[in-house]
């Protein structure tokens, strides 16, 4: 409107459309402060950005640093199911239900023992409450003494699907003993299973190990696992940790599962 008020004019060429007089002017410089408020938009978006990009990995740090991280272990964030533990880093990471790891042994190890298997798997409250027959309001004002219980009811009805499903995968298991504790884990009470089982060898080949580690394929190997059940209401989920060795050397690898449970953090 100034070019108009002063009777200035000026000379703009857009897309080889040329605009002269008043008008010309009033175009040029709307175009112009158009191009600068964007520019400072675009310019605040990425401090934003880069603000909040901060912030979260200070929020990052923080959880990882309050996570014990022994050494030869590496942190893993999963910033989607708002986990945070660690794991030995020679262990081989392969597809699982969340996470699962294979113990990376030595050639000579190779020849001694199997390798230590760790898993990490996740069910949401929906399936929980389908699979363990729970009630839709089970978890409704949860607190510790609640979960406590509830934990409970979890441990009891995981052990019967643990066994249904070993069963179906080895026929010839044979259960020795189960043992539970209760652990506090990042501030949530939790159940941990101990059990005790045999199985044949060739089994153990069908569903997937290596022949080279068995000698005899008629033997029966005993087995232990550890496993570990948080619920996390405010996530919804069900978090279950596993490990199994062979019996002979799962005081080792009993170590390694402790070190990994103790840096359990929840974003």
């Known amino acids: 409107m ?13 897309n080889n459309l040329k ?46 640093k309050g996570a014990p991280c022994p050494k030869d ?23 699982g239900i ?12 190779k020849q001694k023992r199997t390798p230590a298997k760790f898993t990490i798997s996740r069910m949401d ?3 929980l409450i389908s699979l363990y027959k729970l009630k839709n309001d089970f978890d409704k004002n949860l607190d510790n003494e609640k979960l406590k219980s509830l ?22 298991i044979k259960f020795e003993d189960f043992d539970k504790e209760l652990l506090i884990v990042d501030s949530i009470p939790s159940q941990k299973i101990y059990c005790n089982f045999l199985i044949i060898a060739k089994e153990l080949i069908e569903e997937g190990e290596k022949k080279e580690w068995y000698q005899n394929e008629e033997e029966f190997i005993k ?7 948080i619920y996390n209401s405010r996530l919804n989920s069900l978090f279950e940790f596993s490990s199994w060795d062979n019996y002979e050397d799962y005081n080792q690898s009993s170590i390694t599962f402790n070190n990994v449970v103790n840096s359990i953090r929840f974003i």
């Open 2 to 14: 100034m070019f108009f008020y002063f009777e200035s004019s000026a000379d703009v060429v857009i």
């Open 19 to 64: 605009f002269s007089g008043a008008f010309a002017g009033f175009v040029g410089t709307f175009i112009l402060t158009w191009e600068v408020y964007f520019k400072i938009i675009n310019d605040v978006n990425v401090k934003k950005n880069k603000e909040y990009r901060e912030i979260i990995d200070q929020l990052r740090f923080k959880v990882i």
């Open 73 to 95: 272990y590496e942190p893993l964030v999963d910033e989607k199911y708002k986990l945070v533990f660690t794991y030995p880093t020679n262990w081989i990471p392969e597809h």
């Open 98 to 109: 969340l996470y699962k790891f294979i113990e990376n042994l030595t050639e000579e190890d």
């Open 125 to 127: 409250r929906k399936k």
């Open 151 to 172: 934990n409970e009811i979890i441990s009891e009805r995981y052990i019967l699907n643990f066994k249904r499903k070993m069963s179906r995968d080895y026929p010839s």
């Open 223 to 229: 087995f232990r696992t550890s496993i570990l059940l």
